[in-house]
């Protein structure tokens, strides 16, 4: 059941809601350029194991209206706070993906794990996305400017190279076309208007600032979002666990999707994984 929640005064979010009836809920944020169809082999498989899953399309992206401005942290995170409020969700397991997980890691800090008990972070573009002065471990700002300079350039050139870093695991032409379809659907304003985020923010405080249980999942061949990414955000936060995926690139959500699901329905569920808040 797809919906929409207007925010921000007159921005609408659209929202995929599959079982609105059941009581343990995962709110799913995608990535960078994607929409929450990036989910679909997770949204055919967790509402029949019993879960309610919630999809938003962030602004500027997939069916979500697209508008000129709005593309900070800050900002995205606020989104985030009015669909929760507008649908009243409480206890609930807040997923991020890559650029869904700095928004979901901001909204963390911003909002003060507000309606979140669980927090489950997929290859999370944090603490920074790229490397800085005193923090040598994420991409060359360079790559950045060039998908910038790609987008304004030749977006759909640039989406198809981005979509073969993508994945670890052999994807057949038909798909790459669906994920491509996916970048395209997107505003190429906000296409660039992200990545110029991944420049200008960080997120090394609002890590330090989550209580709540974390399962941080990475695929250690991913070439998008470095591994050692996933590794710094678990020393960040005190109760988390890493779960380093072996045969997955970017998308583990795909790469290795079976075991993804199973680990993601086991913390979503308090069972499968053992956190000690004291470590």
């Not at 995962?26 to 949204?43: D, K, N, T, V």
């Not at 967790?46 to 997939?62: K, Q, Y």
């Not at 870093?165 to 379809?181: C, L, S």
């Not at 991913?222 to 997955?248: C, M, R, T, W």
Request: aromatic share 14%.
């Amino acid at each position: 059941m797809g919906y929409y929640v207007t925010v921000d005064g007159d921005v609408k979010i659209y929202v995929e809601d599959l079982n609105p009836e059941c009581k343990d809920t995962i709110l799913f944020l995608h990535g960078w350029p994607g929409s929450h169809r990036l989910f679909e082999y997770q949204f055919d498989v967790l509402p029949g194991m019993g879960f309610r899953c919630i999809g938003i399309d962030t602004r500027g992206f997939g069916d979500s209206d697209k508008p000129f401005y709005g593309y900070d942290y800050d900002r995205l995170a606020d989104d985030v706070r009015q669909v929760i409020e507008a649908l009243g969700l409480d206890h609930i397991t807040l997923a991020g993906h890559s650029t869904g997980g700095a928004i979901a890691i901001r909204y963390m800090a911003r909002h003060h794990e507000y309606g979140v008990s669980r927090l489950a972070l997929f290859a999370a573009a944090a603490p920074s996305l790229i490397k800085r002065p005193n923090f040598p471990y994420g991409i060359e700002e360079q790559t950045v400017l060039d998908i910038i300079d790609g987008t304004y350039a030749d977006r759909p050139n640039m989406l198809n190279g981005f979509g073969n870093r993508f994945f670890f695991q052999h994807i057949t032409e038909p798909f790459a076309q669906w994920f491509f379809q996916i970048g395209i659907q997107a505003a190429g304003w906000a296409t660039a208007a992200i990545a110029k985020t991944w420049v200008r923010e960080v997120l090394f405080q609002d890590l330090a600032e989550i209580t709540v249980p974390t399962l941080i999942i990475h695929g250690i061949h991913d070439e998008v979002v470095p591994f050692v990414l996933g590794q710094i955000q678990h020393q960040y936060i005190k109760n988390s666990v890493l779960e380093a995926f072996e045969f997955s690139g970017h998308a583990a959500f795909y790469d290795q999707k079976d075991e993804f699901n199973k680990k993601l329905a086991d913390f979503a569920k308090g069972e499968g994984v053992s956190f000690d808040p004291f470590v």
